[in-house]
């Protein structure tokens, strides 16, 4: 699929997308927001409310003019599954906006806080007063700010597509909940990209294929794909999930019909294999966590820390335990680098979402829908998966491979709801990237075999069995072996194709991670026939990723390091750029938001210290109230520009001369008795027209201290005023 257009959507009003609960303990209805805190509307909303736009105005055509056909082929028919026509992706905020809160480190809460507003409303009862328990809180997008969604799609429109979706778009008025109150009010343009077709020069020549896979959208695919409440997310992106991506990329590239597809090209494990994709850690792929390391309980608590491993396969090292302190390590990936283990864990969410179903599917009746709600977990976006493409064999997949050095793909199930956008860069490799890290096969005696996916594996009777048989293994590299230990997980796999609807046999697969460690009791093992094997793999579905090993003669790795993968950077994941003027504008928007924000939590607590501090003359509320009004009246000519510092400083002076005047004659030293710490109140009142506040260079582009300065002395005089206490401390009698 390719990028053909962007919808602009400018928010001429406050508006809330449906929430997903992600900020709790702030506003009954939140917002959706992704993981940097900037709130988008889903992909999957935004199709249906240009669907329901198409479909009015084609209501309202002569019958035969009437757009049905194009309706379909646009949008996809109702509660089938469809992945020919648009995509659509989140409308999110431009680009520029998400690089100046990466570079500047902004904390999520705190830039969801400089975009929305957090509104209370209540319910009306018949006489007029507020409902008794419907006081709630909604948070809100600001107006002004400008939303961009991808549109991609496999072809080109035709003219009346093409016009019936800029008319849909335009028709789209508002989004999201409360459109009855005059929220969700929006502006939504087609923008339409230029054709950015690229002859791309050759990869260069295999016959490994390394596919660095960055995730934009979370990846939904679990062990059975296609159901309606899925199991435990993978913790991988499996090779027959990628297959079906590439295959179907190819056929909608070359214009092939499924059935014209050699299936030799694809599906014979001797032409073409397809390996998991595994988390990326330190730039290199990532292999399944082996499942016999062990650490020490004081040790498990010291994340990212070097710390020594234990395998239990060797009974001396193992022994160094205590044997109430092992701890199973529990990760998910590894990489092997020298002398020690790169580990991580990937990083899964879950999510509910609710769809309509026609009940006439089921029971023949139509016009009634029924509500079903879907669980998805899935791999969340923004991580970085590494999977290789073995083409021991040229033809024509392969070589339609090899001149894509980049392409965008959807992966795993719900493409149509938010879900499985990606980017794939392809480099071709000489050697294979699962031989990189291990050790070289020095004559020790010992043969490790790692699984490095799972593994349907039969015996010699066709039995499911949960270890490669010696002899068998010794056979294929002409040694003889015994089965000396192992550390083996077992689980059911299965899968779901989604184009036939029908599922794949379930099978007890042993777990990717497990070990093995064998006895070579003759003969010597040679490089070729190891190379070889690794090649093949073991037992069934190698095409699709299955059956992957790793031989080793040795474990030399005593040590680990927990480290973060790698991340999405905004190069990869860089799809909307809006105008740079409008862009601009939304930044500095959005710093004056967060200045504010930071100014006010800094004014707060200067103010909750001087409260703190105030003693000397006791003077009643009307005193305090007359410093308010004045301060008030000053903030108020310095927020519309009728004043300037000069003019303030000399406001404060000719009130302070008032005040001297009242008291020459007065034994009262009233205000002039009050202190403030070590000052008193009028030196007190002009050292903070002076102050200064401390924030960072990009937040304090324009120098507003003195209006913050005077905001903080009238919130003083205020909460002095409206306080039960809001004199000073009475002067010791002599």
């Known amino acids: 699929m390719s990028l053909k257009a962007i919808i602009e959507i400018e928010l001429l009003s406050e508006t809330v997308f449906g929430g997903d609960g992600s900020v709790l303990g702030t506003a009954d209805i939140e917002i959706q927001t992704d993981e940097h805190g900037l709130p988008y ?57 998400y690089e100046f809160v990466n ?19 209540t ?58 109150r005059g929220k969700g009010e929006v502006r939504c343009q087609l923008k339409w990209i230029a054709d950015q077709t690229v002859i791309q020069e050759p990869v260069g020549e295999g016959p490994y294929y390394e596919l660095t896979i960055y995730a934009h959208e979370p ?12 199991s435990h997310a993978l913790g991988c992106i499996p090779g027959y999930v990628l297959r079906g991506a590439l295959v179907r990329a190819y056929l909608q590239s070359t214009g092939k019909r499924p059935e014209e597809l050699e299936t030799e090209e694809v599906f014979d494990p001797r032409k073409v294999q397809f390996w998991n994709g595994y988390l990326a850690l330190d730039g290199k792929r990532g292999l399944p966590f082996a499942q016999h390391l062990f650490e020490k309980k004081q040790d498990a608590k010291e994340l990212k820390k070097r710390r020594p491993i234990y395998q239990s396969l060797d009974e001396k090292r193992f022994s160094e335990i205590r044997h109430d302190s092992p701890v199973r390590i529990s990760r998910d990936v590894m990489v092997m680098d020298k002398d020690v283990v790169l580990a991580a864990k990937v990083r899964t969410s879950s999510a509910l979402h ?11 009746r139509t016009g009634e829908y ?8 899935a791999l969340d976006a923004g991580q970085v998966f590494k999977a290789v493409v073995f083409a021991p064999a040229q033809n024509d997949f392969v070589q339609w491979l090899t001149r894509q050095k980049i392409l965008t793909l959807w992966l795993g199930g719900a493409r149509n709801s938010g879900y499985g956008r990606t980017t794939v860069k392809i480099e071709a490799m000489r050697e294979s990237p699962e031989r990189m890290g291990a050790a070289t096969l020095k004559p020790t005696g010992e043969l490790y075999v790692l699984a490095a996916s799972d593994w349907i594996i039969r015996d010699r009777n066709g039995r499911l069995c949960s270890a490669p048989d010696a002899g068998w293994l010794g056979e294929q590299l002409g040694v003889e072996l ?67 090993l790793i031989l080793f003669t040795e474990w030399p790795y005593t040590e680990m390091v927990d480290c973060e993968p790698e991340n999405v950077g905004f190069e990869e994941g860089m799809v909307i750029r809006g105008d740079v003027a409008s862009d601009e504008a939304q930044i500095e928007r959005i710093i004056r938001n967060l200045a504010d924000m930071r100014l006010q939590a800094a004014t707060r607590e200067r103010v909750a210290g001087w409260i703190r501090d105030v003693h000397g003359t006791r003077i009643n509320s009307s005193k305090w109230g007359t410093l ?9 000519d310095i927020a519309t520009g009728r004043s300037t510092p000069e003019k303030a400083a000399e406001r404060w002076g000719r009130f302070w001369k008032d005040v001297d005047d009242r008291t020459n004659n007065k034994r009262d030293p009233g205000l002039n008795g009050v202190r403030i710490g070590k000052s008193s109140l009028r030196e007190f009142i002009f050292s903070q027209l002076a102050y200064t506040y401390k924030l960072d260079d990009w937040l304090m582009k324009d120098d507003r201290s003195l209006y913050w300065n005077l905001r903080a002395l009238e919130l003083f005089f205020r909460q002095k005023v409206r306080s039960k206490t809001s004199t000073g401390k009475k002067v010791a009698e002599k």
């Open 103 to 121: 570079k500047n480190h902004i904390d999520a809460g705190e830039v969801l806080n400089a975009v929305t507003n957090v509104r209370s409303m």
């Open 123 to 180: 319910s009306i009862d018949e006489s007029g007063k507020a409902a008794k328990g419907t006081l709630r809180q909604a948070r809100l997008m600001k107006p002004g700010f400008k939303l961009y969604a991808p549109v991609f799609a496999n072809t080109e429109f035709s003219e009346q597509e093409g016009q019936l979706l800029e008319k849909a778009v335009k028709l789209v008025r508002h989004v999201g909940l409360m459109r009855n």
């Open 628 to 636: 308010w009004q004045v301060s008030s009246e000053i903030l108020a």
């Open 41 to 97: 509307l889903a992909g999957r909303t935004l199709k249906g409310l240009i669907r329901e736009q198409a479909e009015w105005y084609n209501s309202f055509l002569p019958q035969e003019e009437r757009l049905d056909r194009e309706i379909l082929r646009l949008f996809g028919k109702p509660w089938e599954d469809n992945h020919e026509g648009l995509r659509f992706g989140h409308a999110k905020l431009c680009d520029a906006i």
């Open 370 to 377: 029924r509500s079903r709600i879907y669980r998805y977990e």
């Open 219 to 230: 990846l939904k695919i679990s062990q059975v794909l296609g159901t309606s409440d899925s």
């Open 354 to 364: 609710l769809s309509l179903v026609e009940d006439a599917r089921r029971s023949g």
């Open 482 to 548: 015994e089965l000396e230990d192992q550390v083996v997980n077992t689980q059911l796999t299965g899968g779901y194709i989604s184009q036939w609807q029908a599922y794949q046999p379930s099978y007890s697969a042993v777990q990717a991670g497990s070990i093995y460690k064998y006895r070579v009791m003759s003969g010597e093992l040679d490089e070729q026939r190891v190379r070889g094997l690794m090649e093949k793999g073991i037992g069934a579905r190698v095409n699709e990723g299955f059956g992957r």
